[in-house]
């Protein structure tokens, strides 16, 4: 009787081990990190790539995630202050261990966050900051992407090839305004 007992235990165990492990593989979070101004002069910003970037993530993991993992974003503060956006870069991808990084929106603190992404090989994904040594940083390779027009030309290029290529909505939209 005992050694039966033991036995059911024994397969009671496993079977709950063996549904624990499936379902904390089946429920694996992919965290992604967010560093911007969430407070002070600049914390509209931050709140509207926040929003972004949730609505983002939440379309992704309704229809199944990635791979079947969820997306979480974890967020940072960085006040505009370049000082504080380099230590919660570091501390997204060495205590939280995040796959990527988004940020960005005043420069300085961008251009503070760049090396260590790259030396950590972790992308991160500028958004707003417009200073073209984000993205043209000499490093080899380089793990920093912008999402926005670089300065100061960029938006004079683009401007000129929607001119080019709609003519007349580009006029009509400018008489408008």
Sequence with gaps: MKHSRR???SVAMA???SLALSASLQAAEIKVGLVAAL???SAQSGEAITRGLTIAMDEIN???GVLGDKLVLIK?????SPPKGVTAARE??????VVALFGGIDTPVSLAIVPIANQNKKPFIGVWAAGTNIT????????VFRVSAQAPGELRRHRCSLLVRWPARVTAWHRRR
């Design 76 to 80: 940072r503060d960085d006040e505009s």
């Design 7 to 9: 036995i059911h235990a």
């Design 136 to 143: 043209k940083n000499g490093a080899t390779p380089n793990y």
């Design 62 to 64: 309704a229809k199944g």
């Design 39 to 41: 407070s002070g002069q």
């Design 15 to 17: 079977a709950l081990t």
């Design 92 to 97: 997204l991808i060495s205590s939280e261990k």
